[in-house]
C-alpha cells in the first residue's frame, strides 16, 4: 500500500496587534510511491516483503510549513520479473452484492422490499460519496459552521481521487536492469485553507484532508531471462559446466539435485561480449508429472533464446537421454524444442566408453554435439564459441 497523503492545514497569521490575520496553512505532503526496480544482482523473489507500505505524507503546519512527502518505497527484483494484479473473483463480487442485499433477502411484501431497496441504494451512494464535510479538516469549533456541500473542489484534488477510483490493472514484465515501474500511487496531499480564498470566502476555516495511497495486491512471478538455457538430467554436470565457463560458483555435488535454485552466471570473451547462461535443477522423465522437481523450474529457460543440452556422454546410450529432455520439455511448452540448440557432450574424460558413445551419435545427429570435459576443463571454450555462434544467427 502507498503512503497516504498527509493533511492539509487551517491556520491563521497572529501577532501582537493582529488577532486575526490572513489564512497561512500549510499543504499536507503527497504519500510516498512503491516503485519495483530491476537489479540483476537479485536472483530470487525472496528478497520482495509480503506486504509493502510506503510511509504517508506529514501534515501541513502553521506559517505556510507544508508537510514534507512520504519517502518513495523503491523494491529491487530480479531481472525477468512478472507483476500481475490480482482482481477480485467474481465470486468475491457475488459476496459483496449479497452483503449489500441481506437487507432486502428478510423482506417479503412488495410494497416493503421498494422502500428497502430504495434505502440500500441510498446506503450504497452515502458508502460511495462520504460526507462532504469529512473530507476536510475544520478550524477548531467551526465544522457546524462550514457550510461545504456546494464549494467546487480543486481539480488536482478530482483527478487523484479518480486516479485512485479507477486503477488500471498493473500488468508489467521487468526486462531490463534499472527498469523502473509504478506499483502503488501515494495519496494526494490536502490543500491547506488559503487555497480556498475567494471573493466570497475571505478566511476560509477548512482545509483538505490527504487521500489514502493505492492499495495492490499483486502476484509475482519469476521468469528469468537468459541467453542461454542449460537442460540436463540431474547430475550431468550443468553446473560444473556453468562454474568452467562463468563468473558463477554454483554448488556442485555428486548426488542428483543438487542445484534447488535457478542460477544465472555471466560468460565473457576476450573481446567484451557476453552471455547469460541459466542454470536449473535436473529434469528426469516424468517430470511433468510432478517428478523429481517437476516442470516449475522449466520457466526459467522458456525466455532462453539458446537451449544447450547437457548430457553424460559416458551413461549407456545418451541419446536416450537427450530424447527424453526434449520429450519433457515439450510436454511443458509445445515447441520450446524447435528453439536453436545444441548438445553439450561432457563428461567425455571417462574412459573409451564415453568416446565411443560420442562418435557413434555424432554419426547419426545433424545438432551441433561438442564433447567437453567440465570438470577438467577440456573443450570449454570450443563450447562457448558454438554457443555464441549460434546466438549470432
Ligand atoms: N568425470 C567427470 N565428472 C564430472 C564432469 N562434470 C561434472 N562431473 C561430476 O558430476 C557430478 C555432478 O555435477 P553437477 O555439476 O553438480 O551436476 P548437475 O547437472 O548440476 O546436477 P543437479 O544440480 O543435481 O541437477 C559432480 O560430482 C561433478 O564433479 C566431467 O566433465 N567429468
Ligand atoms: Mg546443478
Redesign the pocket.
Known amino acids: 500500500m502507498a503512503g497516504r497523503g498527509g493533511d492539509g492545514c487551517v491556520s491563521f497569521f497572529r501577532d501582537m496587534f493582529v488577532p486575526r490575520g490572513p489564512p497561512n496553512g500549510g499543504d499536507g505532503g503527497n504519500g510516498g510511491d512503491i516503485w519495483f526496480v530491476v537489479d540483476e544482482n537479485e536472483t530470487s523473489l525472496n528478497c520482495v516483503k509480503r506486504q509493502l507500505k510506503a510511509t504517508a505524507g506529514v501534515n501541513g503546519k502553521g506559517k505556510s510549513m507544508h508537510g514534507s512527502r512520504g519517502t518513495d518505497l523503491v523494491v529491487k527484483v530480479p531481472r525477468g520479473t512478472i507483476v500481475r494484479e490480482i482482481m477480485p473473483t467474481q465470486q468475491q463480487l457475488c459476496n459483496e452484492d449479497q452483503e449489500s442485499g441481506r437487507l432486502q433477502d428478510t423482506v417479503h411484501t412488495e410494497g416493503s422490499k421498494r422502500f428497502l431497496d430504495a434505502l440500500s441504494h441510498r446506503a450504497k451512494l452515502r458508502a460511495q460519496t462520504p460526507d462532504k464535510s469529512e473530507l476536510f479538516v475544520h478550524y477548531p469549533r467551526w465544522e457546524e459552521r462550514n457550510e461545504l456541500e456546494d464549494l467546487p473542489m480543486p481539480s488536482e484534488y478530482l483527478a487523484a481521487k479518480w486516479e485512485l477510483d479507477h486503477p488500471e490493472p498493473l500488468s508489467v514484465d521487468l526486462v531490463s536492469h534499472g527498469q523502473r515501474a509504478l506499483i502503488a500511487k501515494g495519496g494526494f496531499g490536502g490543500f491547506n485553507n488559503p487555497r480556498f480564498i475567494s471573493s466570497s470566502e475571505r478566511q476560509p476555516h477548512y482545509a483538505l484532508r490527504g487521500l489514502m495511497g493505492q492499495r495492490r495486491e499483486l502476484e509475482l512471478e519469476l521468469k528469468t531471462i537468459a541467453d542461454v538455457g542449460l537442460v540436463?538430467m540431474?547430475?550431468?554436470?550443468?553446473?560444473?559446466f556453468l562454474g568452467a565457463v562463468s563468473n558463477a560458483h554454483p554448488k556442485?555435488?555428486?548426488y542428483?539435485?543438487?542445484?534447488l535454485n535457478p542460477y544465472i552466471g555471466t560468460v565473457e570473451f576476450r573481446d567484451t561480449f557476453q552471455i547469460t547462461v541459466a542454470?536449473i535443477?535436473?529434469l528426469i522423465p516424468g517430470a511433468h508429472r510432478n517428478i523429481g522437481l517437476g516442470h516449475s523450474f522449466l520457466r526459467h529457460v522458456e525466455r532462453s533464446r539458446v537451449l544447450a543440452y547437457?548430457v553424460d556422454v559416458s551413461r549407456d546410450s545418451p541419446w536416450n537421454d537427450l530424447a527424453a529432455l526434449q520429450t519433457e520439455l515439450n510436454l511443458y511448452s509445445p515447441g520450446l524444442t524447435d528453439r536453436p540448440s545444441l548438445v553439450i557432450a561432457?563428461?567425455a574424460?571417462?574412459g573409451t566408453r564415453a568416446r565411443e558413445n560420442f562418435e557413434k551419435w555424432q554419426a547419426m545427429t545433424s545438432v551441433p554435439l561438442v564433447p567437453i570435459?567440465?570438470?577438467?576443463n577440456k573443450n570449454i571454450l570450443k563450447a562457448t564459441y558454438t554457443i555464441r555462434q549460434i546466438l549470432g544467427k
Open positions: 540436463g540431474p547430475n550431468a554436470g550443468k553446473s560444473t556442485i555435488a555428486s542428483p539435485f543438487t542445484t542454470d535443477p535436473g547437457i561432457n563428461k574424460d571417462r570435459s567440465a570438470k577438467f
